[in-house]
C-alpha cells in the first residue's frame, strides 16, 4: 500500500456504508484519504425491491453491484466482500471472522478503523455482530490508532421521532460532520442501492427532513491508542 492515509470501514450489510456514514467517506476521499469498505454478507435476506427488481436468488449478486456503484460514486476503493450469510453473523466462528477482518487490516494497513456500536444503530444481530468483530480485530491490530463507530445522538432521533433508532446520549458523540458539501454524492450513493430504497422511509420524507438526518453524521471514538494518536495525521478526522 502506499503512504496515504488510510481508513477501513467494517459493516454487515451492502447499503451500511451510505446512510450514516457515506458523507465522511467522500470526504476523507476528497481529502486524498485511501477509504477501504470491507462488507461481510452479500444482502441476500434483504429486499428485492418494490415492485421487484430481480429474483432472491439473484439478489446476492444485484447487491454486490449496487455495492460497488456506491463505493465508485462515492469515490473510495471498490469494496472487499467476504462470503456469509445476511441474518446469520452473529452466527459464525468468531476467531474465523475476526481473522479474515485482519487478514484486510494487514493488506490495507489503516490508521483508523469504522464500524457500528454495541447498539448496531437499529439493533440489528448482523450490525452488532459485525461491530464486535471489528472491535476484536482492532485489539489484536496493535498498529491501528482508532476505532469510531456511527451514531444517532439521541436528541435527533427525538426531533425526528425515530423510535427504532437506538440513539446514544448527545454528549457521548465524540465528532459530528456536515457533509452538506457532498450531498449529491451521497444521495446518489444511497440511489445505488435500489433494491433497497423502500426499506427507509426517510427516503420518502421532504427534503428538509431528509437534510436533517442524513445532512450530518456522528461518530464516536471507543478505543484508540493514545501513543499513536499522538503521532501527525493519525486521526484524519479532524481534518474534515
Same mark, same amino acid.
Given at each position: ?15 451500511? =456504508? ?39 436468488? =439473484? ?69 452488532? &455482530?459485525?461491530?464486535?468483530?471489528? &472491535? ?21 432521533? =427525538? ?7 437506538? &440513539?446514544?446520549?448527545? =454528549? &457521548? ?68
Amino acid at each position: 500500500m502506499s503512504d496515504r492515509e488510510q481508513l477501513l470501514a467494517v459493516f454487515a450489510h451492502p447499503d451500511d =456504508e451510505v446512510s450514516r456514514c457515506g458523507g465522511t467517506l467522500a470526504l476523507l476521499a476528497k481529502h486524498g484519504v485511501s477509504v477501504q469498505v470491507l462488507t461481510a454478507t452479500r444482502g441476500q435476506a434483504g429486499s428485492c425491491g418494490n415492485p421487484p427488481l430481480c429474483t432472491p436468488d =439473484e439478489l446476492p449478486s444485484v447487491r454486490e453491484c449496487e455495492l460497488r456503484c456506491a463505493c465508485a460514486v462515492l469515490g473510495i476503493h471498490p469494496p472487499i466482500l467476504l462470503d456469509y450469510q445476511d441474518g446469520h453473523l452473529s452466527e459464525v466462528d468468531p476467531e474465523k471472522i475476526v481473522s479474515e477482518i485482519l487478514t484486510v487490516v494487514r493488506k490495507v494497513r489503516p490508521q483508523m478503523i469504522l464500524t457500528y456500536g454495541l447498539d448496531g444503530i437499529s439493533g440489528h444481530p448482523d450490525h452488532i &455482530a459485525i461491530g464486535r468483530f471489528a &472491535a476484536e480485530a482492532f485489539r489484536r491490530a496493535a498498529d491501528v490508532a482508532a476505532l469510531y463507530t456511527i451514531a444517532v445522538p439521541r436528541s435527533l432521533a =427525538e426531533t425526528l421521532g425515530m423510535t427504532q433508532i437506538r &440513539a446514544v446520549p448527545d =454528549e &457521548a458523540i465524540t465528532l459530528t460532520v456536515n457533509v452538506s458539501a457532498v450531498w449529491d454524492l451521497k444521495i446518489a450513493a444511497i440511489q445505488c442501492h435500489r433494491t433497497q430504497m423502500g426499506e427507509s422511509p426517510i427516503l420518502a420524507a421532504p427534503e428538509e427532513r431528509q437534510r436533517l438526518f442524513l445532512g450530518q453524521e456522528h461518530f464516536q471514538r471507543m478505543l484508540f491508542r493514545p501513543e499513536l494518536l499522538a503521532k501527525p495525521r493519525q486521526d484524519m478526522f479532524t481534518a474534515i
